[in-house]
């Protein structure tokens, strides 16, 4: 017999098929049903395994999931059918489709009417395993040929110090100038020609805003360029910039930039660029240093070069012909006219017009692709950033974009891990520690801001969410029910109206149903284009949140000489102001041998039989409280105010 099929060889064996399927993906090969086919060698090696050591059975009788997976996910690692599994659902009284997701918990319930138990294991999906996709493959007999790619370059640094202006001088056009307040807001992706070879940059902001966003380009860069005006030396994002670019082991180039101004002091730049471990290569170190005017062009030639020298010692490959096409998501939005748009790096096979690929929890087939200057092309290989339409919807910047099978596995895939995150996302809202319910009963009277957020792009939606949560206040906090890409729309506007929230729309437009909705609602639209002023406007209403803060002002004293009760008015003090000033409705301390006895309100204030606002110091007058008429020759009225004092964030 050339070949066997598995429920033939478990009744050969005496065994069930889902043992039998168990020890075979045990022996790491990939056979999900009783039906799959197993060729003579493979099935010997199986038979001979289980005569020699019955202990392979049990031992395989346990199933690793995740903290969720779908009924077929189940029905998969069991070697059951999912109509199995639904059945058994049912009798636990719970209806689920094919593609629903359940818990880890019970799925074990489910695997022990098959005799299996479940070990929950990390979720596949994690970061660590994104990251795996992407680093060079094992050669094989199926692996594609490694080709030379261009260099991806992270231009890094403080704001203001020249990182658009020098990519600006490179790629011969003008960016800055689109930028609102003159500062990058989302990353771009572009690639440059010089002298027959390629070079690819991504554009990190430099606002302290988009920290998120630099880390994210420098995970994915071969080179970090890091710019820093010879006038202004090392600042704060300066260091941010610098650990970005070594904790994702990449090598540093310093561009010292500005040379060309007055007070631009480069010994000064390297002193203090040495304190973090940069040492000049003319200094004995090995940091290559170029020193750079991004406005008039020089020393951007010697820049590339160098680039180009780095790169050709890290000697940079990439797999171009694989069929297993991989790349990260730069940057993401919803273009009104053309749907959702991804900026792709292309980092590993050949990304082609018509590809089905998934990217995080969006899926689809490749309609049309551009590149950096916005011409239309059919192919991207290796290093190249790509515009790409055709998904599902907005993947999340730093996803992983992926080819597949066909279209169908594309949406199994992002299904799978839409219902991963929903698991998630119920088991964030339903699980509760001891320290978390402490936690909420000690924070009982802290407020919050309700914020629904709407921005361009992924990148900036990222980098203004993170900017909005560091705003922290013991009293006060920001609660973003909602953030996404695209205009303000009437769900936005409802959202916020239920949540008593308010909306925050970053470089997006507001439709005139929506502005009219809000304004129904009584719900508050507040748009920007400056990062800054966004959150001056947030610290400002979270300031209004706050509970009001009094500072005690003193304005005089009197001292009780006789008393006299007058009908129908009660006790009146009669008394001598000592100091400053006594005034009618305002506060009162009543100190009798240095103890209080009473604190309220002045009530009554007379001159003579007048009644009057106010008594300055050396005059008589007699005074009254509504609550308090124990008043005693020799008593000290101490009379103050309260200010509400202003409380910023």
């Known amino acids: 017999m050339s070949e066997v099929k598995v429920y033939e060889l478990a009744k050969d064996l005496g065994i069930t098929n889902s043992d039998l399927l168990a020890v075979l993906r045990d022996l790491g090969m990939s056979v999900t049903s009783g039906s799959s086919v197993l060729d003579a060698s493979t099935a010997d090696t199986v038979r001979e395994m289980i005569s020699q050591d019955k202990g392979v059975i049990s031992a395989a009788k346990t199933i ?6 779908s009924v077929r996910e189940l029905a998969e690692a069991l070697g059951v059918q999912s109509a199995d599994v639904q059945k058994r659902l049912v009798e636990m009284g719970i209806l689920a489709s094919v593609n629903q997701a359940i818990g880890a918990d019970v799925a074990g319930k489910v695997a ?7 070990k929950v294991v990390a979720k596949k999906e994690a970061r660590e395993a994104k990251a795996a996709k992407l680093a060079p493959q094992p050669k094989s007999k199926h692996a594609g040929k490694l080709m030379p790619r261009p260099p991806v370059i992270t231009v890094m640094g403080h704001v203001d110090h020249g990182k658009t202006t020098l990519l600006d001088t490179i790629r011969r056009t003008n960016v ?38 630099r880390a994210r380009g420098a995970s994915i860069t071969d080179i970090a360029v890091l710019v820093v005006a010879a006038d202004d030396a090392v600042m704060p994002q300066t260091v941010e910039a610098i650990n970005h670019a070594r904790a994702a082991n990449v090598p540093i180039i ?9 007070g631009a002091n480069v010994e000064r730049t390297q002193q203090q660029l040495m304190e973090h471990g940069l040492m000049a290569e003319e200094w004995g170190g090995d940091t290559i240093m170029v020193k750079t005017a991004a406005k008039t062009g020089e020393g951007v030639d010697e820049l590339l070069e160098m680039i180009l020298l780095v790169a050709e010692m890290a000697d940079l490959h990439a797999e171009v012909s694989t069929s297993k096409v991989a790349g990260s998501v730069v940057e993401a939005q919803v273009d009104p006219r053309r749907g959702p748009v991804a900026t792709v790096l292309v980092q590993r096979g050949t990304l082609k017009i018509g590809a089905p690929i998934v990217a995080g929890e969006a899926h689809g087939k490749i309609k049309a692709m551009y590149n950096d200057k916005g011409e239309r092309i059919t192919k991207a290989t290796p290093s190249t950033p790509v515009e ?9 910047a730093g996803d992983i974009l992926e080819s597949a099978k066909d279209e169908r596995e594309a949406r199994n895939i992002a299904d799978k891990r839409a219902a991963e995150a929903r698991q998630e996302r119920m088991e964030v809202n339903t699980k509760i520690t001891l320290e978390d319910l402490y936690k909420q009963i000690r924070e009982g009277n802290v407020k919050k801001l309700g914020i629904v957020l709407k921005a361009d792009v992924q990148g900036s939606e990222e980098a203004v969410r993170q900017s909005l949560l560091k705003i922290e206040h013991e009293e006060v906090k920001v609660d973003i029910i909602h953030s996404s890409v695209g205009n303000v729309n009437e769900s936005d506007i409802l959202l916020a109206s239920a949540s008593n929230a308010i909306v925050i729309g970053f470089n997006v437009k507001v439709d005139p149903q929506s502005a009219k909705m809000a304004e129904a609602e009584h719900v508050e639209i507040r748009t920007y284009n400056v990062i800054y002023e966004l959150t001056k406007d947030v610290r400002g209403a979270m300031a209004g949140l706050l509970e009001p803060v009094y500072e005690e ?22 008394c001598y102001v000592t100091e400053g000033r006594v005034v009618r409705n305002e506060l009162v301390r009543v100190h009798r041998d240095s103890q209080v006895v009473y604190e309220g309100k002045l009530d009554s204030l007379r001159h003579i039989k007048d009644e009057v606002k106010e008594m300055a110091q050396g005059y008589e007058c007699g005074i009254r409280t509504d609550a308090f008429s124990d008043y005693q020759v020799g008593d000290i009225i101490e009379v103050y105010t309260k200010k509400q004092i202003a409380r910023a964030i």
């Open 112 to 118: 022990e009417k098959w005799g299996y138990s479940v």
């Open 553 to 574: 002002q003193k304005l005089g004293e009197a001292e009780v000489r006789a008393t006299f009760r007058i009908p129908n008015h009660g006790l009146v003090a009669g």
């Open 176 to 213: 800055t100038e689109q930028e609102f307040g003159g500062i990058t807001q989302h990353i771009g992706a572009y690639q440059v020609d010089w002298k027959g070879k390629k070079i690819t940059f991504l554009d990190t902001p430099g606002h302290a805003a988009f920290t998120a966003m």
């Open 388 to 396: 790409i339409l055709g998904l599902s919807t907005a993947p999340q």
């Open 254 to 262: 310093i561009a010292i930039n500005k040379i060309d101004k007055p």
């Open 64 to 69: 690793e999931v995740p903290q969720a997976l």
